[in-house]
């Protein structure tokens, strides 16, 4: 894990795919900042793609996908992956995904609520489809990582899949996740190859529920909030910004498109 400072000319003129993490990579402290905006404006005026890639629910990828200026967006860990072709709203859905009116995540809100103390749903769950948010630090008052391990712990106890964002724990049945979503997305929509296409691929996180993106991509970026959990990360990122939440990706994005232009 190096500074941004450290993209070549040569690695960034590569780069045709910007990808995102939202929450604390380009919000800070739960709003979406100005610089970080038009960061998205910039990636999308330079010929980029431009797809976010969250745990937030469905319904905020309807919005993201029809409003932002972004090519698509997967959401909810990779369970779906919504964009805009040809004037129509488009869906992609994990063949794994469950609906998460099922009796384990019944179950596992029942006994989380009762058994960790100070945990709640998250309050974006209505607009959810396949997974359960617990949220542990977007409202008030915010709980340790440690609480969230908890979560995580009683979640895979029951045979649930559970990540650790920023602010919530997701847990949900079936094998997926935000890699194998931005990867078929990317394959379907844009002809992408993993074998050879990955470098022109950068990715932007901030935390663990992150790694996988960190792990696959060469060119990955975390904004300078991952030093708060690097006691759980295994896979850095190459690449981390000085600056944290929106500010940091914003100090990333103007790093890539100044390096596409004049080299380092
Ligand atoms: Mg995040």
């Given at each position: 894990m190096?500074?941004i400072a450290n993209?070549?000319?040569?690695?960034a003129?590569?780069?045709e795919?910007?990808l995102?993490d939202?929450?604390?990579?380009?919000?800070t402290?739960?709003k979406?900042p100005?610089v970080?905006?038009?960061?998205?404006?910039?990636?999308?005026?330079?010929?980029?793609?431009?797809?976010?890639?969250t745990?937030?629910?469905?319904?905020?990828?309807d919005?993201?996908?029809?409003?932002?200026?972004?090519?698509?967006v997967v959401?909810?860990?990779?369970a779906?992956a919504?964009?805009?072709?040809?004037?129509?709203?488009?869906r992609?859905y994990?063949?794994?995904?469950?609906?998460?009116?099922?009796?384990i995540l019944?179950?596992?809100?029942f006994?989380?609520?009762?058994e960790?103390e100070g945990?709640r749903?998250?309050q974006?769950q209505?607009c959810r489809?396949f997974?359960?948010?617990i949220?542990f630090?977007?409202?008030?008052p915010?709980?340790?990582l440690s609480v969230a391990?908890a979560i995580q712990?009683?979640c895979?106890?029951?045979g649930?899949i559970?990540?650790i964002?920023s602010i919530?724990v997701n847990?949900?049945?079936?094998?997926?996740?935000?890699?194998?979503?931005?990867l078929?997305?990317?394959?379907?929509r844009f002809?992408?190859d993993?074998?050879?296409?990955?470098?022109?691929v950068m990715?932007?996180?901030d935390?663990p529920?992150?790694?996988?993106?960190?792990?696959?991509f060469?060119?990955?970026?975390a904004v300078?909030s991952?030093?708060?959990?690097?006691?759980?990360v295994?896979h850095?990122?190459?690449?981390?910004t000085?600056?944290a939440?929106?500010?940091?990706?914003?100090e990333g994005?103007?790093?890539l498109?100044?390096?596409?232009?004049?080299?380092?």
């Amino acid at each position: 894990m190096g500074p941004i400072a450290n993209l070549t000319h040569e690695s960034a003129a590569d780069i045709e795919f910007v990808l995102m993490d939202i929450d604390d990579t380009i919000t800070t402290e739960g709003k979406l900042p100005s610089v970080a905006y038009n960061a998205l404006w910039e990636c999308k005026n330079s010929h980029l793609k431009v797809i976010p890639i969250t745990g937030r629910p469905a319904g905020w990828c309807d919005l993201i996908a029809r409003q932002w200026p972004v090519d698509g967006v997967v959401g909810e860990n990779g369970a779906l992956a919504f964009w805009e072709e040809d004037g129509h709203a488009k869906r992609m859905y994990h063949e794994h995904a469950v609906r998460n009116d099922n009796e384990i995540l019944k179950r596992i809100r029942f006994r989380v609520l009762k058994e960790i103390e100070g945990t709640r749903i998250a309050q974006d769950q209505f607009c959810r489809m396949f997974d359960l948010a617990i949220d542990f630090a977007e409202e008030e008052p915010k709980l340790p990582l440690s609480v969230a391990q908890a979560i995580q712990r009683l979640c895979e106890s029951e045979g649930a899949i559970a990540k650790i964002s920023s602010i919530h724990v997701n847990t949900w049945l079936g094998h997926y996740n935000k890699l194998g979503m931005a990867l078929r997305f990317l394959t379907e929509r844009f002809g992408y190859d993993d074998l050879t296409m990955r470098s022109k691929v950068m990715f932007f996180g901030d935390s663990p529920n992150d790694e996988p993106m960190f792990s696959h991509f060469p060119n990955s970026v975390a904004v300078a909030s991952i030093n708060n959990y690097l006691h759980l990360v295994e896979h850095y990122p190459r690449y981390v910004t000085s600056q944290a939440g929106g500010e940091g990706f914003a100090e990333g994005v103007v790093t890539l498109l100044e390096r596409k232009r004049h080299g380092s």
